[in-house]
């Protein structure tokens, strides 16, 4: 498709349990970040990657958040013995390269919820 | 953590009235952006300033980049039901983007 695609839409699964998190960019984005929105909240960094530099880790808030990109194009955020305060919509983008000028496009998220 | 302000939390107003909200920053930014989100959907850009002083408009909307590199403002004229949606200001200090919480904005027919 032409936009960041993201999957599941949904997801809801119970305390404890690990969740797999998957995110296409735009074909040919090379930069590709991970957020956090709480309801109603902003959006919280969690964690890019640019090209095959290695990952900015800095906003994950635990060790149970990890994520990976393959082969420079799809990505996984994974969240490991998940706990209810990790339910968000977590949100993917991509853009062109990580220059100050390039604006990220968003996917639609997964809503994440966590019994 | 947040690194910007972003106000007012949220508008209530009545069709055709102009909106403002506006974003501040502790520190420089090289980049602002606004966005615009509704629900069940990720951020949509609507204006990208690049540099200080600039002022961009796209339709009814207007922005500017502040002079200081500390703060941007959005505007939107003659506001009409489907501009109704939260409006994100976001900021790049150098390679990072920071976010602020949002306006959430209501617009009454």
């Known amino acids: 498709g032409a936009g960041v695609s993201q999957s599941p839409s949904n997801k809801v699964t119970e305390k404890g349990k690990d969740v797999e998190l998957r995110c296409d960019p735009i074909s040919g984005h090379t930069a590709l970040y991970w957020y956090r929105q709480s309801l109603g909240q902003g959006l919280e960094f969690l964690i890019y990657f640019q090209g095959n530099s290695a990952p900015d880790k800095s906003g994950l808030p635990s060790d149970r958040f990890s994520a990976e990109r393959t082969g420079g194009s799809v990505s996984t955020l994974t969240i490991q013995r998940t706990q209810q305060e990790d339910s968000a919509v977590y949100l993917c983008a991509s853009s062109p390269w990580k220059g100050a000028n390039q604006p990220q496009h968003f996917g639609d998220g997964t809503r994440l919820s966590i019994l | 953590g947040q690194q910007l302000n972003q106000s007012p939390q949220s508008m209530f107003i009545q069709e055709g009235e102009d909106v403002s909200m506006n974003c501040t920053s502790s520190?420089?930014?090289?980049?602002w952006l606004w966005y615009k989100q509704e629900p069940g959907e990720g951020p949509v850009l609507l204006i990208a300033l690049y540099k200080a002083g600039e002022l961009t408009s796209n339709g009814r909307l207007t922005a500017q980049f502040g002079i200081t590199r500390k703060d941007s403002f959005l505007n939107i004229s003659a506001s009409i039901p489907s501009d109704v949606g939260i409006y994100f200001c976001a900021g790049r200090p150098n390679n990072d983007m920071r976010f602020g919480a949002g306006t959430r904005l209501t617009v009454k027919p």
């Open positions: 520190s420089i930014f090289n980049t």
